[in-house]
């Protein structure tokens, strides 16, 4: 099975594992919610009319749960990067191995730096689907625009990024897209 870290649980993060997750994807999220999201007050996150960000990262995580993704109280220090793998290695040494990795850090970029990926001085170098200049490796949210951070861009370029996974995973373009139940 496909296996996915993502690593930063904000809007972009989530979002990436919500979509990954609900279509069947092995993801662990890795984070200590301490996201910018906590301080913030929603009146421009389409669909809602006003939320405080802190019951958005309440109703969010538990969604992605939900779909069974694992969420994780954890700090990564190093990321190792492999021919077929990459190994995710936390504060308490436990190594996760993947087959891709989401980067959802905020404006740290700390482990992007490390991996030497690049980068400009708006942010880690992205293409329209989150894909850094490393295979394998996503970069999404505030990490890439760094001067002009919204919550719904993250999320949205969360979505992407797990789209394009979940297109490299089935070997054709994926389309995320359920219907309502049909009335008879």
Known sequence: MTRVVVVGDGPAGLSAALFLAKNGLDVTVMGQDRTAMHFALLHNYLGIEEML????QKIARKQVAGYGA???EAKVVEIQVQVEQINVVTEDETTFT???LVLAEGRTCRLARALELAETEFGITVDINGRTSTDRIYAVGRMTR???SQAIISAGQGAAAAV???SRHTGEEFRDWDEPPKAE
């Not at 960000?53 to 958005?56: E, M, S, V």
């Open 70 to 72: 694992q969420l994780l």
């Open 146 to 148: 760094l001067n002009r």
């Open 164 to 166: 394009d996974i979940l």
């Open 53 to 56: 960000g802190t019951d958005f």
């Open 98 to 100: 993947a087959d891709y």
